[in-house]
């Protein structure tokens, strides 16, 4: 992609699925690359994996302090940042009869706060230096409606109108686009579904499979890159088609 080399990109939830596909792949795009995690033996095993990451910061995104710490520490190693990946993120399958506000506030405080806390912290340094791009992860599950994950999808949703908010204030200086995957294979899909769960879904998608990590970073890669340098403002789907005829709902 052009524009990438050389470019400092931090990406958050980097240690592991998406965010750690989108590590590789900016490093092959000759990128400077910064992993932020909050699973501190995650950030030491990818730093071995890919040693050419330049560093790694142990943080909760959900937390301003953390936050405020972690761009302190960048701001020491690279005096700023151009390419914002602002992809950590949980979820819980469970009924909405049964969350508890502990629940909600849990994966609110960290899809959507999280996702502000970053936005905003790299926003004031790319606007001061006069360019940037900002990504932000969001899901189908923001723009359909899904069984079991309420709170995952009220905060994917709020994710998705904050990109567009930031896109408008933050032009022609920055651009600010969401991701927003459907069903892909990463470590936090597995630990919710079940084989079974697997190829039901797999069956009612028009390409027949979930994507691969390394197909959505291709997406993150191209958005954040000068091939993309009129594109803001949006959210773009990488589903397979799941949407496109209602599938998600089923």
Request: hydrophobic share 40%.
């Amino acid at each position: 992609m052009k524009g990438l080399k050389e470019k400092r990109v931090l990406i958050t939830g980097g240690a592991s699925g998406i965010g750690a596909a989108v590590a590789k792949r900016f490093l092959e795009e000759g990128s400077r690359v910064f992993v932020l995690d909050v699973n501190a033996d995650a950030c030491e095993q990818i730093k071995k994996e890919f040693p050419s990451i330049e560093s790694t910061f142990v943080a909760d995104v959900s937390k301003i302090q953390d936050v405020k710490k972690a761009y302190a520490d960048l701001d020491g190693l690279c005096q700023g940042i151009d390419i914002l990946i602002n992809n950590a993120g949980i979820s819980i399958r469970h009924n909405f009869l049964d969350v508890t506000p502990e629940e909600w506030q849990n994966v609110l405080s960290v899809n959507l706060n999280g996702v502000f806390y970053m936005a905003q912290a790299a926003a004031k340094r790319m606007m001061a230096q006069g360019s940037g791009v900002i990504l932000n992860t969001a899901s189908t599950n923001g723009i359909m409606g899904y069984p079991y994950y309420c709170d995952y999808n009220a905060s994917k949703a709020g994710v998705i109108e904050l990109t567009k908010s930031m896109a408008l204030e933050l032009a022609p200086k920055v651009r600010v686009n969401a991701v927003c995957p459907g069903y892909v294979s990463t470590p936090m899909q597995e630990a919710e579904y079940t084989p079974e769960m697997f190829e039901a879904i797999n069956k009612k998608l028009p390409l027949k499979r979930h994507a691969q990590t390394s197909e959505v970073a291709a997406l993150f890669a191209f958005l954040a890159s000068d091939e993309a340098a009129y594109l803001t403002g949006h959210p773009y789907v990488i589903d397979g088609g799941e949407v496109a005829g209602g599938l998600a709902s089923r």
